[in-house]
């Protein structure tokens, strides 16, 4: 039997291609961004932060780093309500990206910080900055430098994870695909159309990364 490909239905439906284009575009720009935040956080709480706080924030990134991602997903969307929090299908996507990049990036900054050399907390000491102007103004930016390419693998990895967001119905790139197979029954043609998109995307967002490094990593850029 012969399989006779078929794309005519790539212009009829190009405006759910183009909004799950979008929708995967924002759902990694939010969580890339408050993600990495979270892990700033975690990440200077459990190496340089009170005694007290390092068991909670150490329990969060143990369960999130040892718990499946749609597990993490579905909590958040179907748990959730139960106890009174409503979210729509993209709150939800969006809340537990920023949750599990928060958790794995945390790790990954914190090897940069434990990396750092004394030397550079004693000159902030010396200079009478607090714990936190030190991490602040001395020792984050290096340590982000060291770990940037592990970090922006990791970003690299939470947008190809965010396809499990169908799940739930949010209309991302992997919505749409499942949409029009099901509509065309053209399963092979659909999921090749956004395999191709996942990868342009996860190329074009690595390129993306390595150019913030450079803007914001001089001397990474210089070498």
Not at 104 to 128: D, H, K, V
Not at 143 to 150: M, T
Request: charged residues 10%; aromatic residues 14%.
């Amino acid at each position: 039997m012969n399989y006779q490909f078929e794309f005519g239905w790539l212009f009829e439906y190009y405006p759910q291609i183009v909004k799950g284009i979008a929708i995967t575009i924002e759902l990694i720009a939010v969580g890339a961004v408050a993600g990495i935040l979270l892990g700033i956080v975690c990440a200077w709480v459990r190496a340089l932060g009170p005694a007290w706080l390092k068991p909670f924030v150490a329990g969060y990134v143990e369960l999130i780093r040892n718990t499946p991602f749609l597990i993490q997903l579905f909590f958040i969307f179907f748990g959730l309500p139960s106890l009174g929090l409503q979210l729509s299908e993209l709150k939800a996507a969006n809340l537990a990206m920023v949750v599990n990049l928060g958790a794995y990036s945390s790790e990954i900054i914190r090897a940069g910080i434990q990396a750092t050399p004394r030397g550079q907390f004693e000159a902030g000491a010396s200079l009478a900055m607090s714990p936190f102007e030190t991490f602040r103004h001395v020792v984050l930016v290096p340590s982000l430098e060291r770990i940037w390419p592990a970090l922006s693998s990791q970003v690299v990895i939470v947008m190809l994870g965010s396809a499990v967001v169908s799940q739930i119905a949010a209309e991302d790139l992997t919505f749409a695909a499942n949409f029009i197979q099901s509509r065309t029954f053209r399963a092979f043609e659909a999921y090749i159309v956004s395999t191709a998109v996942y990868l342009v995307l996860a190329i074009l967002l690595r390129q993306a990364l390595s150019m913030v490094g450079w803007a914001i990593f001089p001397r990474r850029a210089a070498r």
